[in-house]
Nanobody
């Protein structure tokens, strides 16, 4: 059973950058498609970016060109580099296996990202 632990969130000014990390359990991490999601208060949890076992990536239109998802299979870790941050990016950010996210079967604690001046 997979577990994830998100970290790296914080308070940043508009235009600033943050790098989020997601440490995942499991010997088969390298085989999973992983995703970053975010949820603002009163809003649904939305998909931000995905990365496959073959390192193919996809992004929500709202973050395309600003965010980069990557993974280090040796460390069982997926990253989200966030640049040119906007106040609209403020949310709790979650990492998950894509399949578990679709099933709503597991979520970690998330990490808070606040973009404000």
């Amino acid at each position: 059973q997979v577990q994830v632990a998100e970290s790296g969130g914080g308070l940043v000014q508009p235009g600033g950058s943050l790098r989020l990390s997601c440490a995942a359990s499991g010997s088969l991490f390298r085989l999973y498609t992983m995703g970053w999601y975010r949820q603002a208060p009163g809003k649904q949890r939305d998909l931000v970016a995905t990365i496959t076992s073959g390192f193919d990536t996809n992004y929500a239109d709202s973050v395309k060109g600003r965010f980069t998802i990557s993974r280090d299979n040796a460390k069982n870790t997926v990253y989200l580099q966030m640049n040119s941050l906007k106040p609209e990016d403020t949310a709790v950010y979650y990492c998950n296996l894509l399949r578990l996210a679709v099933e709503n079967a597991y979520w970690g604690q998330g990490t808070q990202v606040t973009v404000s001046s």
